[in-house]
């Protein structure tokens, strides 16, 4: 079993950055494919961004695309959500879900068998 922990959400200006982390355990992220979603107010959550452990490709939403960068880092068995320009929209709580299965749906929430208990990304206009 996988347990994954975020942090580094808060409140930021508009045009601002943060970086999220996810830590796991139970498992090394070296061999998860791993996501980010994201889940507004009266909102579905959705996508954000994926990184596959087989192919090594990631993934991201139009809507962060160019702005949003996932990357991992094996020695400490943790996966970052690097977020820049940030805008109103993109307020929301942000989860990390993992999956040790090798064929990896990244964009839907049921591709995922581990989650966190997310953190809150608010951002001021």
């Known amino acids: 079993q996988v347990q994954l922990v975020e942090s580094g959400g808060g409140l930021v200006q508009a045009g601002g950055s943060l970086r999220l982390s996810c830590a796991a355990s139970?498992?090394?992220?070296?061999?998860?494919?791993m996501g980010w979603f994201r889940q507004a107010p009266g909102e579905e959550r959705e996508f954000v961004a994926a990184t596959s452990w087989t192919s090594g490709n990631t993934y991201y939403a139009d809507s962060v695309k160019g702005r949003f960068t996932i990357s991992r880092d094996n020695a400490e068995n943790t996966v970052y959500l690097q977020m820049n320009s940030l805008k109103a929209e993109d307020t929301a709580v942000y989860y990390c879900a993992a999956t040790e299965s090798t064929v990896f749906n990244y964009r839907r929430l049921s591709g995922y068998g581990s989650w966190g208990q997310g953190t809150q990304v608010t951002v001021s206009s």
């Open positions: 139970g498992r090394t992220v070296s061999a998860l494919s």
